[in-house]
C-alpha cells in the first residue's frame, strides 16, 4: 500500500480507534524534528500544528480524567513552556507508540520540557527502556530536588510510597479468560535507588494477594505487573515484566481496588480501576 500522508490516515481511517494489530501495520509519515504547538491536552501530551499527537518522553504527570492533584497544574506549566512555540523532537527506537501518537524528549530552544516539570514537582521521572535519548541523570537530580522540597506531587500522600502505580488495565483485550496476560498494572520507582521488590506484594479489593518475585528496579523505571504466567523479565536494559502466576483474570472489569504492600506489610500504594455509568 503505498503510504499515506498521516493527517489523512487519521481522517480516511479513523487511527486513533484502530486496534493494537492495525496500529502496528499502519503507515506514519517519518517522525518530524521539529514542530510547532497547537494544543496541549495534560502535561505530558500536546499535539502539533502537523496534526501530530506527541506523548512526552521520560516523565509522567497527573491524570486530568478523572484529575489528579497537580494535574491541572501540570497541564498549565507544559502549556506555558510549550504553546505556539516550536520544539525539538528527539526520539529513541520506537518514535510511536501503541495509541499512534509520538514519542519523544522535548526541548524549546534549548530546555527540556521534561526537566522543567520534574523541577517543579509536576513530573516524576518515567523510565521504559530502551532509553537511548535524553538526559535521564539530570531527571534524577531534579526530581531529588523536588522531593526534598515537597514540592507538587510530593507534597501529596499518593507519592510517599518507592513504588507508584501509573496505569491500571484491569479489563484485558477480548475475554480475560482467554487473555490473562491482558492484565496489568504499570508501576514506576519513584525514589533515587534501586528498589528490590522482593517481599512485596499486591491485593485485590476482596483480599487475594499476589507476592512479587526478587527484583531490582533503577530509579525512574517502570515495571508491568501481569496478571498471568510467563518468566520474569528482570533486566533493566529492556521493559521490566513481572507474572503474578494467576490461572485466570484477578482484577474486576467494572470496579476494582489495588494495594501494592512492601515487605514489612505497610502500604506502598492503592489506584482504584472503576467503570463510569453514562449518565443522561
Not at 74 to 92: D, H, I, P, Q, W
Not at 110 to 138: C, M, N, Q, Y
Not at 144 to 166: C, D, F, N, P, V
Request: hydrophobic share 35%; proline share 6%.
Amino acid at each position: 500500500m503505498r503510504a499515506t500522508p498521516l493527517r489523512s490516515t487519521l481522517l480516511l481511517m479513523g487511527l486513533w480507534g484502530l486496534s493494537a494489530a492495525a496500529l502496528a501495520t499502519a503507515e506514519f509519515d517519518p517522525p518530524p524534528a521539529t514542530g510547532t504547538v497547537k494544543s496541549v491536552y495534560d502535561g505530558d501530551t500536546f499535539t502539533l500544528m502537523s496534526g501530530d499527537k506527541v506523548r512526552v518522553s521520560g516523565v509522567n504527570t497527573p491524570e486530568l480524567k478523572p484529575v489528579e492533584e497537580y494535574g491541572v497544574e501540570a497541564r498549565n506549566a507544559a502549556e506555558a513552556f510549550l504553546m505556539g512555540k516550536e520544539v525539538t523532537l528527539s526520539y529513541g527506537d520506537s518514535s510511536r507508540d501503541g495509541y499512534g501518537r509520538l514519542v519523544a524528549w522535548v526541548e524549546v530552544d534549548g530546555r527540556s520540557l521534561e526537566e522543567d516539570l520534574v523541577e517543579k514537582g509536576f513530573a516524576h521521572v518515567f523510565l521504559i527502556p530502551p532509553v537511548d535519548t535524553g538526559d535521564p541523570a539530570a531527571l534524577l537530580a531534579a526530581q531529588t530536588r523536588a522531593q526534598a522540597a515537597k514540592r507538587g506531587i510530593w507534597s501529596t500522600e499518593t507519592y510517599q510510597g518507592g513504588l507508584h502505580m501509573t496505569s491500571f488495565h484491569a479489563n484485558a483485550p477480548g475475554d480475560d479468560r482467554d487473555n490473562v496476560n491482558g492484565e496489568y498494572i504499570r508501576a514506576c520507582n519513584v525514589t533515587d535507588k534501586p528498589l528490590n521488590v522482593a517481599g512485596y506484594r499486591i491485593a485485590d479489593l476482596s483480599g487475594n494477594s499476589y507476592a512479587f518475585p526478587a527484583m531490582t528496579i533503577p530509579p525512574g523505571h517502570t515495571v508491568k505487573i501481569t496478571s498471568g504466567k510467563g518468566e520474569h523479565q528482570t533486566s533493566p536494559g529492556e521493559q521490566m515484566v513481572l507474572y503474578l502466576g494467576s490461572e485466570g483474570p484477578i482484577w474486576n472489569n467494572k470496579q476494582d481496588r489495588a494495594t501494592i504492600y512492601d515487605k514489612f506489610g505497610k502500604v506502598v500504594d492503592v489506584r482504584h480501576h472503576e467503570v463510569k455509568k453514562a449518565t443522561y
